[in-house]
């Protein structure tokens, strides 16, 4: 361990990583040409980034990434690549003076907080939007490719990806992916951890282009008829890293049964342990079923689906009467009341798709559950906190971090009867460290804190500004973006945005969301003076 | 035959001890002071030297060695010397070893280190210890004919029903045969009006269910099966066998070890044994814990003495039965003596195991009774053999007095030995042999 923090090598690396940013942004540049569309936005930013990134890259020849260096790495790759694709919204609101005009000057991600929020919910896979109008008469192909785009790049971790794809990072890449790596601790599937990080990215892409190709052969079947190739594409980059960001305003209810019913396995795979996908294809199948963290990520998700189905089927779930000022009206109301209440397949769809989404922090909507009743909607808003699993592309908590909590404190009360017994956590017959399970009560205890401290804060500033939200609306706001959901209830449910706040919060959020990814601690570290210290 | 012993220990020396009338022995010991005295002791040839070591090896003459058995107390050292042993001469190698990594690698390739036999002195004495659980009041359990038969040794008190009957009173069990009651350190072979006195120590031989009645007509009150609660104390090599081997046998053990960081280790070896880090004899805690409503403590402590106290302190807190690791072999009578219900010497275990390899005659499996007041041996009856084609009545009366034919397993069926059941070649027969007896007898069998 150094003594001191290396800050140019952390730099340095974001700086090459931010230049390779360029290359995915090929691909919405070729959209907007096929398209038809201005190229200019994605032009002018692949210049930015290999313009900043070869600068960065200046700072030092040979960097030395130790685990004080990787945790300033990641968390200023993550902060270096959100403002750069930022850039790509700006550009096709304002245009560029002397140069082009303006594309969609409407567009609300003109105003550059928007524009932030809306670019590190994407790298962040949250999907949480400040989107005014989400159709293609605001906004082009190009550019909404891009926020799609983003989801994907964050995903499975733009870190990760580039310990697999460039070499000078393989050295430090253990402390660089475990400082990123969702749940506690990282796997190495391989001895170099290269192939480890190319594994995982395999298994993501794999699964990605399956779940287009499934998704666009519905469309060619005529099973879901607004299924089209950019539709498919724009899915498929956007389930697999739980992120949520649709092309449509309707999400995913603008689509059919059938579409729906593809989506849930693919947000299912998307919230499991992606080194269990590496063990099953090679050769170990079994182990998928093994995995206590997976049969535990099932069950939850069986349960709470199963209670949500019935509640549904019964029409307890579901309003009577739709409240004046809501994203949805009364017509919208007793259509889908007659289409759940009585009906099977729709109350089971609609629950396991709702569950699945919010569990894995998807954030996908194949309805307007604020048309659900209050108890429904709690039980949203508990599974908000449970997450996919550890190594998964999901966020929140995660199932993992639960079920040793869950299983310490059963030892707390054994060992208050029995003082002098030895227990130690079992996590699949084996025995879990202390000290990790330490970490596993301050993370969960610091996201709690974090949660409620975040709520007054976000409720105070919109009592400020005169924007009426109740507290189970901030509520959902804070624990949609902190654990990269998305959409919450009310005003910033699955048809709606988190526009109306205030730009202080809606900057506020973006750190959420920011600390939310990399699950907090990598990031609160560096506010710490013990960090920089000698 | 010429048998080669490297450590001349406490098990060394037994054996050595044990072999020295009936075959050549040669001991090999690092300790020069040990091998003058063995010189003097034991009617063997000690030498001074490095067991390890070709040199040494060739001075023993190990290629005309029928047997090498390497018993020092170290692993390493007994692993190389036979395969060092066996590198240069074609003999048979028994390797003594505490560690199971070893015994599980050798089980896995029975060619690994060159070693022909291998003993785990810790895993032997946790096996013997969980024998005794299942069965109250017994002092020793051995299986033979892989479980089909079982030998047990019962101590019969003043309280038990069995007390002053005569044996065809207490045998009320078809497939049971008295081998012999022990009386003050004397072993007589029963008849049917041969009474059972206080005190007394029983011998059967017979299946498994009707050696578990008869403990239950020696001790009525003790319900034995899974419901026993077992407490071991201790949280040795041995300690932790006893747990491992109880729990999958479906028993929930409770261990007590005092270090911290052994007792979180054998915590994480053990999911289906409660640990408790504490100092077995702390009153407060004991009593706490309800220790003394236990049916039965294993005391695994390092130390002989603190195993005796923690075993009498148990004894009196309630605990039914107590059962004591005991090091020091000669200890065993002594402890036994004063409270302790079952002493379980590793080493005599261990020598146990080994005499089944000096047995000529084809011996498959070997229990001492009282250390060596008698043996009990599983025997597979070949065409030769004195017992094959006759009337047991017949072949018994060829046999000197002290023999016992307590049961015969046949393809893997049990058979209760009558006067005139005929045993066949190929026939398992488990026999109980007194040891005055025992060199004139195994031959024939």
């Given at each position: 361990m150094k003594l001191r923090v290396d800050y140019r090598a952390s730099l340095r690396l974001v700086g090459t990583v931010l230049k390779y940013l360029a290359v995915p942004l090929c691909f919405p540049l070729v959209v907007a040409?096929?398209?038809?569309?201005?190229?200019?936005?994605?032009?002018?930013?692949?210049?930015?980034?290999?313009?900043?990134?070869?600068?960065?890259?200046?700072?030092?020849?040979?960097?030395?990434?130790?685990?004080?260096?990787?945790?300033?790495?990641?968390?200023?790759?993550?902060?270096?690549?959100?403002?750069?694709?930022?850039?790509?919204?700006?550009?096709?609101?304002?245009?560029?003076?002397?140069?082009?005009?303006?594309?969609?000057?409407?567009?609300?991600?003109?105003?550059?907080?928007?524009?932030?929020?809306?670019?590190?919910?994407?790298?962040?896979?949250?999907?949480?939007?400040?989107?005014?109008?989400?159709?293609?008469?605001?906004?082009?192909?190009?550019?909404?490719?891009?926020?799609?785009?983003?989801?994907?790049?964050?995903?499975?971790?733009?870190?990760?990806?580039?310990?697999?794809?460039?070499?000078?990072?393989?050295?430090?890449?253990?402390?660089?992916?475990?400082?990123?790596?969702?749940?506690?601790?990282?796997?190495?599937?391989?001895?170099?951890?290269?192939?480890?990080?190319?594994?995982?990215?395999?298994?993501?892409?794999?699964?990605?282009?399956?779940?287009?190709?499934?998704?666009?052969?519905?469309?060619?079947?005529?099973?879901?008829?607004?299924?089209?190739?950019?539709?498919?594409?724009?899915?498929?980059?956007?389930?697999?890293?739980?992120?949520?960001?649709?092309?449509?305003?309707?999400?995913?209810?603008?689509?059919?049964?059938?579409?729906?019913?593809?989506?849930?396995?693919?947000?299912?795979?998307?919230?499991?342990?992606?080194?269990?996908?590496?063990?099953?294809?090679?050769?170990?199948?079994?182990?998928?079923?093994?995995?206590?963290?997976?049969?535990?990520?099932?069950?939850?998700?069986?349960?709470?689906?199963?209670?949500?189905?019935?509640?549904?089927?019964?029409?307890?779930?579901?309003?009577?009467?739709?409240?004046?000022?809501?994203?949805?009206?009364?017509?919208?109301?007793?259509?889908?009341?007659?289409?759940?209440?009585?009906?099977?397949?729709?109350?089971?769809?609609?629950?396991?798709?709702?569950?699945?989404?919010?569990?894995?922090?998807?954030?996908?909507?194949?309805?307007?559950?604020?048309?659900?009743?209050?108890?429904?909607?709690?039980?949203?808003?508990?599974?908000?906190?449970?997450?996919?699993?550890?190594?998964?592309?999901?966020?929140?908590?995660?199932?993992?971090?639960?079920?040793?909590?869950?299983?310490?404190?059963?030892?707390?009360?054994?060992?208050?009867?029995?003082?002098?017994?030895?227990?130690?956590?079992?996590?699949?017959?084996?025995?879990?460290?202390?000290?990790?399970?330490?970490?596993?009560?301050?993370?969960?205890?610091?996201?709690?804190?974090?949660?409620?401290?975040?709520?007054?804060?976000?409720?105070?500033?919109?009592?400020?500004?005169?924007?009426?939200?109740?507290?189970?609306?901030?509520?959902?706001?804070?624990?949609?973006?902190?654990?990269?959901?998305?959409?919450?209830?009310?005003?910033?449910?699955?048809?709606?945005?988190?526009?109306?706040?205030?730009?202080?919060?809606?900057?506020?959020?973006?750190?959420?969301?920011?600390?939310?990814?990399?699950?907090?601690?990598?990031?609160?570290?560096?506010?710490?003076?013990?960090?920089?210290?000698? | 035959m010429r048998v080669i012993i490297i450590g001349a220990g406490q098990v060394g020396s037994s054996i050595a001890a044990d072999l020295d009338e009936t075959h050549e022995v040669v001991v090999i010991d690092c300790d020069p002071e040990r091998v003058d005295e063995l010189n003097y002791s034991l009617d063997v040839l000690a030498l001074h030297g490095d067991g390890t070591s070709v040199d040494t090896l060739e001075e023993a003459d190990v290629e005309r060695a029928d047997m090498v058995i390497a018993s020092t107390d170290d692993d390493e050292t007994n692993i190389v010397a036979c395969a060092t042993a066996k590198a240069i001469s074609d003999a048979f190698t028994i390797a003594r070893v505490k560690n199971t990594e070893y015994l599980r690698t050798w089980q896995r390739s029975e060619k690994a280190f060159g070693i022909d036999f291998m003993v785990c002195t810790n895993l032997l004495a946790a096996e013997s210890i969980v024998r005794v659980v299942g069965l109250p009041a017994a002092r020793d359990v051995d299986p033979f004919a892989g479980g089909q038969v079982q030998m047990a040794e019962f101590e019969v008190d003043d309280e038990s029903p069995v007390a002053n009957q005569t044996v065809s009173e207490a045998d009320r069990f078809d497939s049971l045969t008295f081998a012999a009651i022990l009386r003050d350190g004397e072993v007589t072979i029963p008849r049917g009006d041969s009474v059972i006195g206080p005190g007394d120590r029983v011998v059967v031989i017979g299946s498994p269910q009707s050696v578990q009645g008869f403990a239950s007509s020696v001790s009525p009150g003790e319900s034995p099966g899974t419901a026993e609660e077992v407490v071991i104390v201790g949280g040795s090599e041995i300690g932790y066998h006893v747990a491992r081997l109880l729990e999958e046998r479906g028993f929930k053990p409770r261990l007590i070890e005092h270090d911290p960081d052994r007792a979180r280790e054998l915590a994480e070896m053990l999911p289906g044994t409660i640990v408790m880090e504490s100092d077995a004899t702390d009153v407060d805690f004991l009593e706490r814990e309800y220790i003394g409503d236990a049916d039965l403590l294993v005391s695994a402590l390092d130390s002989d003495e603190k195993n005796l106290l923690v075993s009498l302190l148990a004894a009196r807190l309630g605990v039914e039965r107590t059962v004591a690791v005991i090091d020091t072999t000669p200890y065993v009578d002594l402890f036994e003596a004063v409270g302790v219900d079952v002493g379980v010497s590793p080493r005599e275990v261990v020598a146990e195991e080994i005499t089944r390899f000096t047995r000529e005659g084809g011996a498959e499996n070997v229990a001492l009774i009282e250390s060596d007041k008698a043996e009990v041996l599983e025997i597979e009856v070949d065409a030769e053999s004195v017992l094959a084609g006759k009337p047991i009545r017949e072949s018994v009366a060829t046999l000197p007095e002290g023999v016992v034919i307590g049961a015969i397993t046949r393809r893997r069926e049990f058979i209760t030995p009558r006067g005139d059941t005929v045993i066949e070649p190929g026939d398992h027969v488990v026999v109980f042999v007194d040891s005055c007896v025992i060199d004139d007898v195994t031959p024939n069998l």
């Open positions: 040409l096929y398209y038809g569309e201005s190229v200019l936005p994605f032009v002018v930013t692949m210049g930015v980034t290999v313009l900043v990134g070869t600068g960065l890259e200046r700072l030092t020849d040979d960097p030395d990434i130790g685990s004080r260096e990787g945790f300033l790495m990641v968390a200023l790759t993550w902060l270096a690549v959100t403002i750069v694709g930022a850039i790509p919204f700006l550009i096709e609101a304002h245009g560029i003076p002397f140069v082009a005009s303006p594309i969609h000057p409407e567009s609300t991600l003109g105003n550059p907080v928007n524009a932030l929020f809306e670019t590190m919910s994407g790298f962040t896979t949250t999907g949480a939007t400040v989107l005014g109008d989400i159709s293609f008469n605001s906004h082009t192909r190009g550019i909404m490719m891009w926020r799609q785009l983003t989801q994907w790049l964050g995903g499975m971790g733009i870190v990760v990806l580039a310990v697999a794809i460039l070499p000078e990072l393989s050295v430090g890449g253990a402390q660089l992916m475990d400082a990123e790596a969702p749940g506690p601790g990282i796997e190495k599937l391989t001895p170099r951890i290269a192939e480890t990080a190319r594994a995982l990215w395999g298994a993501y892409l794999g699964l990605t282009v399956l779940e287009i190709v499934l998704l666009y052969g519905l469309h060619v079947t005529g099973n879901a008829p607004n299924m089209d190739v950019y539709n498919a594409i724009a899915h498929g980059l956007t389930t697999m890293p739980t992120g949520g960001f649709s092309p449509e305003a309707r999400s995913i209810e603008a689509f059919s049964a059938a579409a729906q019913w593809v989506i849930i396995p693919f947000m299912l795979a998307a919230g499991t342990n992606f080194a269990l996908f590496w063990h099953v294809l090679t050769g170990d199948p079994k182990r998928l079923f093994r995995d206590t963290e997976f049969k535990s990520y099932l069950g939850v998700i069986g349960v709470i689906s199963a209670i949500l189905a019935g509640i549904l089927f019964l029409g307890d779930g579901l309003m009577s009467v739709a409240p004046a000022g809501e994203t949805y009206d009364q017509l919208y109301l007793e259509g889908i009341r007659t289409a759940i209440i009585g009906n099977v397949e729709p109350a089971v769809r609609q629950s396991v798709f709702q569950v699945v989404s919010i569990v894995t922090t998807t954030g996908y909507a194949s309805i307007d559950f604020n048309a659900w009743s209050a108890p429904t909607q709690y039980g949203l808003l508990f599974a908000m906190f449970i997450g996919g699993s550890g190594g998964s592309t999901g966020g929140a908590v995660k199932i993992v971090r639960w079920y040793v909590i869950v299983k310490s404190l059963r030892r707390e009360l054994f060992t208050t009867a029995h003082p002098e017994a030895v227990r130690p956590v079992r996590l699949a017959g084996r025995a879990v460290d202390e000290r990790a399970i330490r970490g596993i009560y301050a993370f969960t205890l610091l996201y709690l804190v974090l949660f409620f401290i975040s709520t007054g804060l976000l409720h105070l500033d919109a009592a400020r500004i005169g924007f009426d939200v109740s507290i189970l609306e901030t509520m959902s706001a804070v624990a949609a973006t902190l654990g990269n959901v998305g959409p919450g209830f009310g005003v910033v449910g699955p048809m709606g945005s988190y526009l109306d706040f205030s730009n202080g919060s809606k900057l506020y959020m973006v750190l959420l969301m920011w600390v939310g990814r990399l699950e907090i601690l990598p990031v609160l570290v560096i506010f710490t003076p013990e960090y920089w210290r000698r | -």
